[in-house]
């Protein structure tokens, strides 16, 4: 299992577009931002993760979620192609920080949109992929070609939860929580057959719930999930919560702000 996370300082982070149902052109606190984010980044570092950092280019504000920068396994990262304009220089940035410390690095080709771990999960040699609406079907099997793992594709068919990781949150290799109103009743059969699922409510899942982090036996999850929370504490996990209202603006939380690597 990965100890090392990247994460970017949110310097320049704002909601200047909407490019989700979540962006609605709401007003960022700024200081409170980066308030929020080294909460995050603390507790990362309390757990005894290394944290490594990307320099936030000023013109591109959603360069905070670095999950969405690609899928890393080992030495080895398949780059992602940003469905969206506003968001494909965010690429440039990546590419570059990768190649410096000294990955090899994979691109796909520019007609087939990707975004990383945005929409998936490594479990074992499994890799788990969303896709519908950020991600095409045909980059998920190219990502697992590359990185030699076998693929686990799930369709989203919830415009407000456009990525796996708004939806799907893995404990560990036999558990997952996850939010039924994001997939349909066959994915959720599918995925039945590989992992034990614990539903979050639509609350829950609007709290973006399954959104969170995990390493080991602890969680941290985002604010107002206090429920879902207890639950998994009587299952042995260890439960930490931190305010992410003003990356929720951006339609994003925890687990946006974090790429294992």
């Not at 570092?45 to 396994?73: C, W, Y």
């Not at 990768?98 to 949109?113: A, C, D, I, R």
């Not at 989203?156 to 404990?171: A, E, V």
């Not at 039945?192 to 959104?211: R, W």
Request: aromatic share 10%.
């Amino acid at each position: 299992m990965s100890t090392t996370i990247l994460l970017c300082p949110p310097i320049f982070y704002d909601v200047k577009y909407s490019i989700n149902p979540w962006m609605k052109g709401e007003k960022v606190d700024h200081a409170l931002a980066i308030h929020q984010w080294f909460q995050l980044k603390n507790v990362l570092s309390h757990l005894g993760l290394t944290i490594k950092e990307i320099a936030q280019a000023p013109d591109l504000p959603d360069m905070v979620f670095t999950a969405n920068a690609g899928t890393v396994r080992g030495a080895d990262v398949v780059m992602s192609n940003f469905k969206y304009t506003e968001r494909k220089r965010e690429i440039e940035e990546f590419s570059s920080w990768f190649k410096k410390e000294g990955y090899t690095v994979h691109h796909l080709p520019k007609n087939v949109s990707f975004e990383g771990c945005g929409d998936t999960v490594i479990n074992n040699n499994l890799l788990i992929g969303g896709y519908g609406y950020r991600s095409d079907l045909k980059a998920l099997r190219m990502t697992a070609e590359i990185l030699n793992l076998d693929l686990l594709p799930l369709k989203l068919i919830n415009p407000n939860f456009y990525h796996l990781d708004t939806c799907f949150t893995l404990l560990g290799p036999e558990s997952a929580l996850y939010y039924p109103g994001a997939f349909s009743s066959y994915t959720i059969s599918k995925l039945k057959k590989h992992l034990h699922l614990i539903p979050v409510s639509p609350e829950e899942a609007n709290n973006f719930g399954c959104n969170s982090i995990v390493y080991k036996h602890h969680i941290i999850m985002p604010a107002n999930n206090e429920s879902l929370a207890d639950s998994l504490d009587e299952k042995g996990m260890e439960c930490r919560i931190i305010d992410t209202s003003e990356f929720l603006k951006s339609g994003g939380s925890l687990q946006c702000m974090t790429l294992w690597i």
